[in-house]
């Protein structure tokens, strides 16, 4: 999800679903429409910083929990 930080600088952040906790982020410094592409099975981001360049990120995998019914 785009987020914008204190100084007004927009990043990319990996949110987890069950807590709502920031566990990474991309800084775009004020890229408020940025070109990026995700990859959820190698868990990868690809932003188009300019006309020729593409970087690559890699989030840290988080540990997903399962809710489950007792007996």
């Known amino acids: 999800m785009l987020m914008r930080d204190e100084d007004r600088s927009v990043a990319l952040a990996q949110v987890s679903k069950l807590s709502g906790e ?4 991309i ?7 940025p070109l990026y592409q995700i990859d959820d099975i190698a868990n990868r981001i690809f932003y188009q910083a ?3 360049v593409i970087e690559g990120y890699r989030f840290t995998s988080a540990v997903n929990a399962v ?4 007996p």
Do not use: M, N, P, Q
């Open 50 to 52: 300019s006309d020729t």
């Open 22 to 25: 920031v566990l990474g982020a």
């Open 67 to 70: 809710a489950s019914t007792g």
């Open 27 to 33: 800084d775009l410094g004020r890229d408020k429409e």
